[in-house]
Nanobody, 126 residues
């Protein structure tokens, strides 16, 4: 099992930036991560894919609504993924969730994540 913890959410003005972080932990052996990603969900809306990384080759994927504004990256020192969010808009307001998939749980980088964090609130407002 993999446990995920997000941090970095908060209140920011339109046009501002935030950097979210998510660290994976769990078990006594290798986490063996295949991909980690970010999703968001606003009240009354479906959960939306934001970004993801395939761990073996650092390939990156983005949802259309955040391309050019958000950047996903990883830390090699520990199993951590970051989401740098720039040029934030009020429509970016949502709870942002970190997700992870281990090797052997499917080849899709961006879907079917078995492990989820509790989420961190991002609010973009004056």
């Amino acid at each position: 099992q993999v446990h995920l913890e997000e941090s970095g959410g908060g209140l920011v003005q339109p046009g501002g930036s935030l950097r979210l972080s998510c660290t994976a932990s769990g078990g006594t052996g290798t986490l063996n991560i295949y991909s980690m990603g970010w999703f968001r969900q606003a009240p009354g809306k479906e959960r939306e894919f934001v970004a993801a990384i395939r761990w073996n080759d650092d390939s990156k994927y983005y949802g259309d609504s955040v391309k050019g504004r958000f950047a996903v990256s990883r830390d090699n020192t520990k199993t951590t993924v970051h989401l740098q969010m720039n040029s934030l808009k009020p429509v970016d307001t949502a709870v942002y969730y970190c997700a992870a998939k281990s090797v052997g749980q499917g080849y899709s980088v961006t879907t079917s994540f078995p492990y989820w964090g509790q989420g961190t609130q991002v609010t973009v407002s004056e």
